[in-house]
């Protein structure tokens, strides 16, 4: 689905590209911060797709199961047999876990990064849309709760949308390799080793766009965008 939105947003079809996001929503933990990026970008269409999706997906499951749905949902994914096991995870609970902090912690923690987060992508809003695109799934990846090893797979994506030999790029795709998940069958620190490396990583890329002005080779082409917007450097 995010693929998709952002080959939408390639061809300026930014309703589309909204209404796909919002068939993304099965997974929210991972879109949170795409619209912060888009309004920041101006990109005013797809909020409005998204809206539309959200509240077509709204009306067919009032229709299934009644208007007051998404307070049962809400209260059945708060259910904690349904979230897997905190520790050895690539995300900020993982890291908390990991080194014995009070659960109380993780809430205002994550309101702390999510604050920085945002910042950034206010700092690099005039940078093509790809930039923020990549890091704001990956800053969404880093503070989402219920995270498993599977969804770590959004990293390649992450890798594909990175400036062409910038750290983010590199980092993502190092990341992804399967052995970097043996660090999170160990106990304590070493298992929050991979979470770690990931916070590092989106704070190096960003001081890298602030050192150079642009991150690496900015304007990049990832294969999909090259076959389907042939000559397009920036979107």
């Not at 693929?3 to 997974?27: E, H, I, M, P, Y």
């Not at 259910?79 to 690539?90: K, M, N, V, Y």
């Not at 594909?160 to 970097?180: K, R, T």
């Amino acid at each position: 689905m995010l693929s998709l939105a952002w080959l939408a947003l390639g061809r300026q079809n930014d309703f589309l590209a909204g209404f796909v996001l919002a068939l993304a929503t099965f997974k929210p933990h991972f879109l949170v911060f795409l619209p912060i990026v888009l309004a920041f970008h101006r990109r005013w269409g797809a909020i409005l797709g998204g809206l539309t999706g959200l509240t077509t997906l709204y009306c067919l499951a009032a229709c299934l199961e009644g208007p007051g749905w998404p307070l049962r949902f809400f209260a059945a994914i708060r259910q904690p047999e349904i979230h897997p096991a905190p520790f050895g995870f690539l995300n900020l609970r993982g890291i908390t876990t990991a080194f014995g902090l009070d659960p109380s912690w993780l809430f205002p923690l994550t309101l702390l990064f999510a604050a920085i987060f945002v910042w950034i992508l206010w700092s690099i809003r005039n940078l093509p849309l790809h930039h923020g695109f990549s890091l704001a799934l990956l800053a969404s990846l880093l503070l989402s709760f219920h995270l498993g090893i599977h969804d770590c797979a959004l990293l390649l994506l992450i890798a594909a949308l990175a400036p062409i030999q910038s750290p983010l790029e590199s980092g993502a795709l190092a990341l992804s390799y399967p052995l970097v998940y043996w660090f999170l069958l160990f106990d304590g620190w070493l298992s929050a080793l991979p979470a770690l490396a990931a916070f590092a990583l989106l704070g190096y890329q960003f001081l890298s766009i602030k050192k150079t002005g642009s991150p690496l080779n900015s304007l990049k082409l990832v294969s999909f965008q090259a076959i389907s917007f042939p000559g397009r450097t920036s979107y």
